[in-house]
């Protein structure tokens, strides 16, 4: 038997958390994406998948022992600084920026302000929360 035909699925450690910030869920999962759309139907707000490392069950549980303080309810944690690709309280919102990946447009989370064609910085520019 070949290495390839195992179809060994490896799981991933995710943080979930509201496009505008607010309270983060540390679980894992094989397919992430997948989760993301299941919980995403029983949230009333937009979730976005901030952060995905390959790990299991144990990598999981440290990671909620190590933010145990910011424990609101099961799995669901208050957004802590260390949290990778988390916003937490007076952070500055990521603004939305495309980028060419492969020839194909897609969206990037970018952490520095970012500053439009017109010298405006993201928290002015129009509704629609992209810049090009």
């Known amino acids: 038997m070949r290495f390839r035909d195992l179809n060994i699925k490896f799981s991933y450690v995710y943080f979930i958390q ?52 910011n424990r609101i309810h099961g799995e669901w944690f208050e957004p802590h600084p260390s949290m990778p690709g988390v ?3 007076g952070q500055k919102m990521p603004s939305m920026a495309w980028r060419r990946d492969k020839g194909n447009a897609i969206a990037s989370w970018v952490e520095e302000e970012l500053l439009l064609p017109d010298g405006r910085d993201s928290e002015t520019k129009a509704d629609n929360g992209f810049s090009t």
């Open 18 to 69: 509201g496009s505008d910030g607010g309270p983060v869920k540390i679980g894992r999962s094989v397919d992430v994406e997948r989760r993301l759309k299941e919980l995403q139907a029983e949230s009333p707000v937009r979730l976005v998948l901030r952060e995905k490392l390959r790990g299991g069950a144990d990598d999981e549980h440290q990671l909620q022992a190590k933010y145990a303080a």
């Open 87 to 89: 916003i937490h309280r």
